[in-house]
Nanobody, 126 residues
């Protein structure tokens, strides 16, 4: 059984940093990709960043490039999203998701991801 537990959200001032963690279990890392999505109130869920389980390649949506970093610690079964220089528009519920197959990390789309965490809320104040 795949299990996903996110943590690390919270309230931070603009310009600050947060690190989100995604503890996963129940699957083989190199056979799936992992992505972070986010959803702000009244908006569609969007893929923010993804990491390939097979080779560690990464993807970032344009609005977070240069500010966010996704990386994995396979020994800890954890994927992190380091978020720096946060902006109010980064406020959202962030979800960690595991893909059905590899090759989904680039421009991640919801339908490609089978397993989802419960979400962790990030609020960036001005």
């Amino acid at each position: 059984e795949v299990q996903i537990v996110e943590s690390g959200g919270g309230l931070v001032q603009a310009g600050g940093s947060l690190r989100l963690s995604c503890l996963v279990s129940g699957f083989t890392f190199d056979e799936h990709d992992i992505a972070w999505f986010r959803q702000a109130p009244g908006t569609e869920r969007e893929g923010v960043s993804g990491i390939s389980g097979s080779d560690g390649l990464t993807y970032y949506t344009d609005s977070v490039k240069g500010r966010f970093t996704i990386y994995s610690d396979n020994a800890k079964n954890t994927v992190y999203l380091q978020m720096n220089s946060l902006k109010p528009e980064d406020s959202a519920v962030y979800y960690c998701a595991v893909s059905k197959f590899t090759g989904s990390y680039y421009y991640p789309l919801e339908y490609e991801y089978d397993y989802w965490g419960q979400g962790t809320k990030v609020t960036v104040s001005t």
